[in-house]
Each structure stands twice: as C-alpha cells, then as structure tokens.
C-alpha cells in the first residue's frame, strides 16, 4: 500500500498524498513528540525532582484542544503544506523565509543532536556496545550515534511523510508497550508480586515525589535554578505548548496530510488522550529509580533509566525493548528530517532559488537537504552530553531561542489583523535577541520559561510599535482552497472539554500531596 504513493509529488512526499487517518496521525505525532530524550532525559528529571515536570506532558492535551477546535480548521481551509506557507499569506515572503531558517536551525542545533545522543546512551547501556567492541564508553556512543542516524536517514530520505507516519503508528503501540512494562516489571518486583503494594511501597518512600506543584522554598520562587515552577503553567509554558502543538511543522505536518478536517481533529484529540496517560512511561518510571537507587545518581540523573532498564527487565524482553528504542529514535529523527526538507524545499528553495522548479525537482532537493541535516545533526550529537539540569531541561532551554519568537509572530497573524510585516519581523528579532540576552548571556535570575512568558508580552508591544509606524498595507483575507473536505468531527468539542477537565483533575488530586 505504502509503495503505490506516489514519492515524486509534492503532496504525496511531503504530505503523504493527504490521507493520513486520524489514528495513524496521532500515532505519528505521539512517535514524533516522545522519543528517548523523554525516556532517558525526563524520567531523569523525575528522579531528582518528582512529578513536577509532568506539566510538559498534561498541559499539552490543551494546547491539542485548541489545535483541533481553531487552528487545524484554518490550516487545511487554506490548504498549506507548511506553517511558514501560512506567514507568506499573511505577511510576505521575507517573513516566511526567516522563520523556515529558524525551523531548520533549531532541527539542527536542539531536537536532532539530542534524540541521537540519548538514543546513543540507552542503547550503550543496554548492550554494552563499548564493552563487545572492546572500546572506550565515549567510542561507543560516537558509533551508535553515526549507524542510529545513517539508519533514520535513508529511512526519511527515501520513504517519504507517508512511510513516516504509518511505521510511526506500529512504533507508537511498540513504545507504549514496552515503556509501560518496565514501571510494571519494577513495581512487580517491588511489591513481590503484586503491582498495587509496590506502588505503595514507592509512594510511602517519598510521597513529595508525587506532588505536582510543590515549590523549592531553598531555591526561590521562579528562579532559574528551579526545575519547573508550578507558577510557568500561566506564564511562558502556555505559549511554548501552543506553539508545539499547533504551529510547530514536525507535528502539525501530520495533520495537514490529513485526507479530512473529521480526521485530522480526531487525530490531534487522539493525541490528547495518549499525552495524558504518556507520564506512565517516562515520568513513574523515574520516581520508581528513586527507590532503587535512592540519591546515588543525582550527579549522573540522565543514567537512572537505563540502569532501572536492566535492573527489573527480564533478558528475553532485550531484544523487544532495544528494537521499540531505535524505533522512537527513528520516528522523531525522520520526522525532524521530513519536516526540514519540506520546509526548505518548498518555502526557500521555489520561492528564492528556483521559482520554476518542478515538483520532482523539489523531492530531489528535499532528499539532499534531508542528507546534509542528518550528516550536521550526527557530528553535532556527542556535544550535548553533560548538562547541568540534565538533556530534556536543556532541550526546552535551547528551544525558547527559537518558539517564543515564532508562536508570537503566527498568533500575531490569526488574533492581531494590524500586525504588519514589518512588525512581524521587528517582533521576531527582538523576542532572539531577548531570549539569548536574558538567559544566555546575562543569566538573569528568572526561570525561563517565565522569561518566555515576559518575552511574549514584550514581542507583542514592539509588533504593534512597528506597525503603527509602516502599517498594514492590503489586509488579509483567509480564502478556502477547496482542497479538501472541511466538516468537523461531531465529538470534536465534546472530547476536547473532557481532556480539559482531566487535566485540571490531575493537578487536583496530585496537587494536594504531601
């Protein structure tokens, strides 16, 4: 089925020919989304500082919500293949290009180098690869990082959105599978023999752990050196999960080859559901190598998942388990890769190098780009290692350089109509520089995600400033481009109240804990 698409198209590369189910696209964002540096670099986070950091995950069923009610109806009325496609409508072509730049250089220097890195580090503590090849730990995971990413790279080069997304979808149930078997296997082996008791026994042995907004009085309110404050939640964290979730092109590129509206909010609410149920498999895991392992690796909080791994796994499990790990590796690495080619092929190269160039053409460019990316991204990966707050704070730290100032110039286009271009890429530059001022070079004593939500505000104010001086000239006018069917799912808000509700419930019921 797969091999009948047609790969020399624009929309049946890039966009899997737009008939992507809703199943399978919330298979393939789920994969896209969830890779090792959540069961490697989150489940570390767990472990030191409890399930506070489940707000990267439940606070995302929301911003799904809003993508399936507004913005995914707006996405395939207009019939885009990219978000920056959308800012050339609304803005110009300057501002589509940099913002595709800022796509592509965020591929390169954040997700990509550390989903290689951590995948790198799981399967080096797994298989002990340095040990068989008789070889430095440093060694091997330079080696698994080169053959994971020679791997996802002609997978992605080759297979194109609709390969992605469908193999996606069986890695996806693989994930879910094998992540919710390693908190079972350990609780089993807790509470000898019955899962109930060990969840006990690991809840009595430190139930700060499982409080949700509990504060770090030592450290400060907001500050930088706190992992998570419950206060972000209406800040900065708001924002990042909007952008993710509905202007971000790796994810919502799923649901723009989507074959109809009813699919595609099936997809994202679907997404939802499993975001929701998703700390199961990489933050309880965690907070469980808490009880194993007590303090003893908070200087190394990035190994705790491995070594929980091969403590309560059983030897004929290995093999399953390693093979759902490339899988997760794969799935995010390609997608990054498809999402890049896409972006470039289409809104850099035919606007900028080659107006005239056919769709064959551009597949063929997108194959190299989607080469060169992943040739960057592996020399890149080895140099994450050794952060501070452990590789998933670092990944949200470094993605604020680039998706505060991009979400507010997309939602400056939809909600502010006298936001002009000119004031699109004043914002845009000033929300860079801001950032990388703040956090990076003055190293103000802020949390960042706090500093998103202020750089928001600021991003808004030099827009409007800026406009007011060169305003709008012709105003935008959304025209429906008939591509496809635009019916909404009739449980479509019916869901999306439900998933609202159970994460105000979460925060609730494991708000109160002690």
Known sequence: MLRKQNLQTQDGYFLGGRSLTGVVIAGSMLLTNISTEHLVGMNGSAYKNGAIIIAWEVTSAI???????????????????????????????????????????????????????????????????????????????????????????????????????????????????????????????????????????????????????????SIGLGSRDSILPFEVLFTGLIINQLYFWTMH?????????????????????????????????????????????????????????????????????????????????????????????????????KVYIKKAAKEGQLVRVGKWVSAILAVVSILVAPYVANAPAGLYQLLQQLNGIFFIPMATVIIAGFFFPK??????????????????????????NIHFVHIWGIEFILNLIVMHLVSAKYPVAIPFVMADSGKLSIVPWKYAKTLGWVLIAITVIIYVILGTIA
């Open 63 to 217: 911003a799904l919500v809003i993508g399936a009610l507004y913005f995914i109806p707006k996405y395939l009325r207009m019939g885009l293949t990219t978000i920056p496609e959308f800012l050339e409508k609304r803005f110009d072509k300057m501002t589509q290009a940099l913002i595709s730049l800022l796509l592509i250089i965020s591929f390169v220097v954040t997700l990509l180098p550390i989903v290689l890195y951590t995948g790198a580090i799981n399967i080096e503590s797994i298989f002990g690869i340095s040990e068989t090849l008789g070889i430095t730990q440093s060694e091997g995971i330079w080696l698994t990082v080169v053959v994971v990413g020679v791997i996802g790279a002609v997978y992605a080069i080759f297979g194109g959105l609709k390969m992605v997304a469908y193999t996606d979808t069986i890695n996806g149930f693989g994930l879910l599978i094998a992540g919710l078997l390693v908190p079972i296997f350990a609780l089993w082996d807790i509470g000898d023999g019955n899962v109930i008791d060990g969840l006990v026994k690991v809840f009595n042995n430190a139930p700060e752990k499982f409080n949700v907004i509990s504060k770090e009085p």
């Open 249 to 349: 092109q790796s994810i919502v590129q799923r649901a723009l080859g989507a074959v109809s509206l009813k699919e595609a909010q099936k997809g994202l609410l679907f997404t939802g559901v499993l975001k929701i149920l998703i700390p199961l498999v990489i933050v309880l895991p965690g907070i469980i190598g808490f009880y194993y392992f007590g303090d003893t690796l908070f200087d190394s909080q990035d190994s705790v998942y491995p070594e929980l791994v091969k403590r309560v796994l059983p030897s004929w499990m290995t093999g399953f388990f390693v093979a759902v790990i490339m899988g997760a590796i794969l799935s995010t690495f390609n997608s990054a890769l498809n999402s890049a080619a896409t972006i470039f092929s289409l809104d850099i190269f």
């Open 419 to 444: 936001v002009s271009a000119a004031g699109a890429k004043a914002g845009l530059i000033f929300g860079l520089g801001f950032y990388i001022l703040m956090d990076l070079v003055l190293k103000v």
